[in-house]
């Protein structure tokens, strides 16, 4: 079985600071692991993926996140927010021969102007 | 191109009433799936489509929800004898078969509402 976790429900930056949302991962197989952003009243978009290839993974908006094994993480940052981050974020885990997504609980970003 | 509808977008309906929730996958996805969505909850897994079978239904909370997609590509989720837990957003998502980590594509969901 495998599992998310993601810390903070709710995380406030400055614009221009530092975006930081945690997630720490639990699975008995190698998984995949994704981000997704929800913007009010939408659907999910995926904003990156990591599929065992590389462990820094590169997204959409200028989001990345590394896959760190012995620390089970998969934390996702941007160097400089802005206001159109505001948005709630999913961590979600896939097992490798299992179609299904899990996700966890997110984390609404607030931009502070 | 188009991507995943769902209609309606918004459903209110009176506990104890059945009621049916449509999703139009993207042209040519063959894999579908079906996820409900709590207030200040991730989405959660119902049931995943392979073709016109489901290949995984494990997530379905019960016998009242049931899902179909005769012909491949359009599916329903019916919910009989609705609950006021029943309320939700349920989204629908689909991607293409064959590779675990494609991405799925997910609609903007149906918010359902059981008084």
């Known amino acids: 079985a495998q599992s998310v976790t993601q810390l903070g429900s709710h995380v406030s930056v400055s614009e221009g600071a530092l975006v930081l949302l945690r997630c720490n991962y639990s699975?008995?197989?190698?998984?995949?692991l994704f981000w997704y952003v929800q913007y009010p009243n939408q659907g999910l978009q995926l904003l990156l993926k990591y599929t065992s290839a590389a462990t820094l993974v590169k997204g959409i908006n200028g989001f990345e996140a590394e896959f760190k094994k012995s620390e089970t993480s998969f934390h996702l940052t941007k160097p400089s927010a802005h206001m159109s981050d505001a948005a709630e974020y999913f961590c979600?885990?896939?097992?490798?021969?299992?179609?299904?997504?899990?996700f966890g609980t997110g984390t609404r970003l607030t931009i502070i102007p | 191109g188009a991507g995943v509808s769902q209609t309606p977008s918004n459903k209110v309906t009176e506990k104890g009433k059945y009621v049916e929730l449509r999703c139009d996958p993207i042209?040519?996805?063959?894999?579908l799936y079906w996820y409900r969505q709590s207030l200040g909850q991730g989405p959660e897994f119902l049931i995943y489509f392979q073709g016109t079978g489901a290949a995984d239904d494990s997530g379905l909370p019960n016998d009242r929800f049931f899902a179909v997609r005769p012909e491949g590509s359009v599916s329903t989720l019916k919910i009989q004898r609705t609950e006021r837990g029943d309320s939700a957003v349920y989204l629908c998502?689909?991607?293409?078969?064959?590779?675990?980590?494609?991405?799925?594509?997910f609609g903007p969901g149906t918010r359902l509402t059981v008084l």
């Open positions: 042209s040519g996805h063959t894999a």
């Open positions: 979600a885990v896939r097992a490798f021969g299992n179609e299904k997504l899990t």
């Open positions: 998502a689909s991607s293409q078969a064959g590779v675990t980590y494609n991405e799925q594509f």
């Open positions: 699975s008995s197989v190698p998984p995949y």
